[in-house]
Structure formats: structure tokens, C-alpha cells
């Protein structure tokens, strides 16, 4: 009796680690008969690249475009967090939606019984300057839980270095390429809800 209820606990709460580094974590299941989540997005301690901090990335870019034009650093640091409310929400919600065109699954931004966090903790910005470029890229965890029970985690996903560009390597500002980060986050996640959860 007692290996059976091993066995089921394994079967029910699995981690499993893919070659594409997606991390999995948790009952996919449980969440069969939920339609809707509430999506937030934590930005917690999140790194930038290279730098120990975001507060170091920050300093350093902004120290670069102040040598060039008083003003400009400000500017990149307001257009860096604005970026997270007009670019990065609703990217995600838009291409996660989309993979459900009939309505099966949504998430949105009303009070739902049920929370789909975003906590992105690595992103690198990626570059263009014409004749050279790099992809931007995110790492991130994605959590549901329900609303009253915040510490209760009902399924984890891990996505390391998700690769974001704009299409025919029209990406020349840093938060468009990261939004597309955040598309292709959505569409990883929307494809394992499909297979997993829904199914």
C-alpha cells in the first residue's frame, strides 16, 4: 500500500527537465476543469545580462547615454520599466490567447479565481545596430495558484533563454525585442496547457 501511494505522488507530482530547458514542476491536472486565470507579472530580483543587478544595468547604460545627450538616461530608464505595463503584459496575454480561438482558456487581467504568475528572474536585451544583431532573451517561471492560496503552488514551469527578435531583423529598440520574449513565453506555455492540462 505504502508503494502505491508513492508511486501515484510521483505520478502526480513530477519535475521533469527537457532538452529545450522548459522545467516542470507539479499537478497539470488539477487544473483540467479551470478556464480562466488572472495574469501578474513579478520582476523581483530579476538580472540583466551580464550585470550582478538590474540596478548596475541600469547605472551603466544610462552613464552611456548621458555622455552622448543630457537627458537620455532618464529616458532609457523610464522607457526600461515602462515597458513591462505597454509592451510585455500584453504581449503574453495576447499571444496566449490566441492559441485559443474558441474560447477554451484565457487569462486576462480581472480577479480570477485562479493566478497565473510570470516571474521573470534572467533577461538580456539583445542589440541591432544594422549589420550585427543578437536575439533578446528571457528566462522565467510561470506559477498557478489559486487567489486564496498564494502558497499553495499548483503547477511550476521553468523557461530558460527563451529567444524574442522582430520579424526580418526589424528589432531596433531593446523592450520590442524583449516583448517578443514574451510572446514566445506565452506560446511554450499555451502549447503545454494544451497537451497537458487541457487534454
Known sequence: MKKQLI????????VIQYSSGQK???????????KAYKVIFDYTDIKVGKFKTEEDFLKDKMKKREEKEKGLGEKFKKSWFDDRETRFKPKYIESFNKRFEDGELAVNENDEEYIMKIHSTWVYPGYNVGIVRHNAELTATVSVYKASEPDNEILSLTYKKIQGKGA????????????????????SVAKYFKKKVIK
Open 24 to 34: 516542470v514542476k507539479g499537478n497539470p491536472k488539477a487544473l483540467k476543469e479551470v
Open 7 to 14: 508511486v501515484f505522488l510521483l505520478a502526480c507530482f513530477t
Open 168 to 187: 526580418f531583423g526589424n528589432d531596433y529598440n531593446s523592450g520590442y525585442r524583449i516583448s517578443e520574449c514574451y510572446a514566445k513565453l506565452a506560446k
